[in-house]
């Protein structure tokens, strides 16, 4: 065996590897690709801190479903809630109603705050208590007391003889507007009587496993809610129905762009040779590059994102280049005595150079800080690392001389080269450069921009809809807008919330946002407690004070005065955060305090009832406080599309030199007829976009980058070829193209918005590359210095 | 469930201001006019306070339209209870309004309010024990909230009366202790005043 069939063996033996452990993976079920959108995100590694506050309004929501059944007449709606939960009953282990709150006694977790009264004031009685006299106090105790309807009562009168405390609890009931009531929840609209439903999910909400048994599980429950009152209106919100119409989309994609692919170049190859080997034998060599990609990229995350395989059935486009390649040189070597591994060995620096500049093109993929596109990046390069790989050790062995015939398309594929413009020096190619240039600058001009976080996701718009309907009704606060308050202690961040709470509350007067929720809502600072309650002794409880004069007007004796003031007193003990966590009333709000974290402590205030007029308004709200970050996660994903677009686009450009390094040392001065293609159809696919009144994202100038890796291939083939009457470059190239418009162009049929942009700008520039590369080969005496023998 | 709290606790508590059972045959007893108004007097026993306070005023009751309730002695308030809100004026100025369509317990409090002055039992069984006797023109009952939570915010009520109700007790859970006698009952269209007309 020599040195040859040996390299062979081993590769053989390398793919056998990759398909045990493929199988293992399929077999052992540990294959379920991830659909989570956020896993395309980038992570905060500036700030822990914020990460986890993230985190947890994301865990908070992530698990939960939540479903209103409404109808004009109440009965009718909890009739259909009835049904509806009814058929969702059978499958608890999927999802367990989470309403027990519409049944829990209200006494039991008001008895905490009820020991605690004294410091539980709303920010318009601790005013009232700061300018109204006495009097004041006294007709609204008298007022309470005479009334048969006192308002609000949550203990005896004499408890909270002025209504400070029941102020309160009503302040806090109104940060909701869901209510009990016949042990449902409601929420009302004026128009309709809703019942809330909510749900545990108890499976992950990315798993495929939950996506695939609750979504027709839900519709089920749909359509008997429908049967019984047909007048019901059913939404429902939960990031796991996103994440199943992701999921289902993503593999219809997956599906049609690889199967679509498949389909063409085996046509191709046929058309071309005539013959099933070659299409074997390219199969192969993307088969081979995509279980490679597929096992390695395993290794490397743990996990594939569903989005990695539709980017990735892409790959079958890209990683056939180098086996056509080779084919066409095999095929047109044929006149020639040289066996195959000599020709190998003639065509190895311009397959490595290819290669090179191909698998560095999809690693600026990776320099931006999306996990998810690093992770395309990274499954792309090894496919056609691997599919070069099995070129290379495999085809020598494989495709002997005179293995492949020529089809008639090859040959009208030689004669057309021969009719094709050049490049030359002269007055018409001035008119032209003009005419370019012009059509490129008004293009330009037309070019807006774009950083949009819906770039990344494209959900259908009845869950849209139904999403924010179900946000408007409950008023629920805002998940990805919120402040973050830090401090080297609770007490400190409890003093920050309620600094930033002063500056918030004419906000609500302004009708800018709707209401804040915030730990200190429920228990002030200490602070604040002690002000509070030296604040009630003074009006309240001294000698003279609003009390003893109460006392003189109803006839009580100062036995009362005093037994009542001890009640009063021992009301007043300090309340810690902790003590509330531990009471179930904590639960609406426990996602809000982050506790110990690294530096100290944090909490998070979260907002009800934005909109993208109230931003503005907010960020500058949290200006200037100590310890208090405004975060906007959408704004900020967006702005990190909008520098990764201005970054990716320098390190485009900066590439185009980097590649005209790698190129010099064997093209010399004609290293710029390489290049030049690729740069003229990039200038040439940014002005269409601009034309077609695309705007410019990120994804665009990726597409850029990678068309770059794409481009210089097709310029190295004619650089390598550049005979007019050699055809082996031209068919080479017409074949790799059409396969990259093959799945680049079915690409462009996602409806992932990114990724319809990066198959729209491949499209047109893998297309304009492939008709302008002919153009700048020049024929006259070699340019380059011969690569080894 | 994060977002969503429920919190009409003490509204719920409010409608627990009364009750009745025997129902049935009281209800034969009772006339049902369309329009009721009358005067009260309430007798309010604090724990710890020995003498009772007392107030006094005047109340109407409409069919199908809800309740009004005007304390004239010692402070002017008037409470007006319909079938979507419930108002209460201290003076001129409104001190409270709750509105049905966002807090669901108002209409539950407003058609308990006007099944205890109407003595509705059939509807006031729907969410109380009741449990009482009824003789020749006279009939008494104790209500007990069948929710204990409820139970326990209210305490008891108890009433009796022949043709119409005569006298309300509450017997709350803190110790505090209410009783309402009506009396000077007129029905019919003259029975509400003018300004009672206008309050509606």
Known sequence: MNRRTLLAWLWASVVCLLIAHSAFLWFDERLTPDSDILALLPVEERDPVLQQAFAHMVDAAQQRLIVLVGAEDWDQASRAADIYRAVLAAHNSLLQPDDQIAKQAPQDWLALFRQHRLALLTPGAEAALRSQAKPYWIDIALAKLYSPFGGIKPGAWQDDPFGLFADWIQTRARETPVRPRDGWLFVGDGRRQYVVLPFKLRLPAFSMAAQEAVVPLLEQARQAAYKSVPQVEVVAAGVILYAAAAGAQAKWEVSTIGFGSLLGIVVLIWLTFHSFKPIVLIMLSVGVGCLGALSVCWLLFERIHLLTLVFGASLIGGAQDYGTYFLCNRLSADGQSLDSWQLLRRLLPALLLALVTTVLGYLALALTPFPGLRQMAVFSALGMIFAWLTVAFWFPELVRAGTLKSARLAQWCAASLERWPSLRLQRSMWWVAALFVAFAVFGWSRLGVRDDIRLLQNPPKRLIDEQIKLSRLLDAPAPAQFFLVRGANSETVLQREEALKQRLDPLIEKQIIGGYQAMSNWVPSLRTQVARRALIEQTFLNEDGALAALAARIGADDQWVMATRERWLAAGSELAPDDFLKTSASEPVRHLWLGPVDGGYASIVSLRGLDSTSLPFLQRAGGGLDGVQWVDKVGEISSVLGRYRKYMGWVVLLSYFGVYGMLYPRYRSAAWRVLAPTALASVATLALLGLSGQSLQLFHVLALMLLLGVGVDYGIFFQEHPSRRDPVAWLAVGLSALSTLLSFGLLSLSKTPALQAFGLTMLIGTVAVWFLAPCFSHDQEQRFVQGPP | ?200
């Open chain 2, 1 to 200: 469930m994060k977002q969503l709290r429920a919190c009409s606790f003490m509204l719920a508590s409010l409608a627990l201001l009364g009750a009745a059972p025997v129902a049935k045959k009281i209800q034969t007893m009772l006339a049902k006019p369309k329009v009721l108004c009358g005067r009260f007097d309430q007798s309010k026993q604090l724990v710890g306070l020995k003498k009772p306070l007392s107030s006094n005023g005047r109340f109407c009751v409409v069919a199908d339209k809800g309740v009004l309730w005007r304390t004239l002695q010692p402070f002017p308030n008037s409470l007006k209870l319909t079938r979507d809100e419930i108002i209460q004026l201290r003076g001129e100025q409104v001190a409270l309004r709750l509105d049905a369509k966002q807090e669901p317990t108002v209409r539950m409090i407003n058609s308990v309010l006007f099944a205890l002055l109407a003595g509705d039992l059939e509807q006031l069984e729907k969410l109380f024990d009741i449990d009482g006797t009824a003789q020749d023109n006279d009939w008494s009952v104790t209500l007990k909230a069948r929710d204990p939570g409820l139970a326990k915010a209210i305490g008891s009520i108890a009433l009796d009366g022949g043709v119409y109700v005569k006298n309300i007790v509450i017997s709350e859970a803190s110790g505090d202790r209410t009783q309402i006698v009506f009396s000077v009952i007129q029905t019919g269209d003259g029975a509400m005043t003018a300004d009672e007309a206008a309050l509606f």
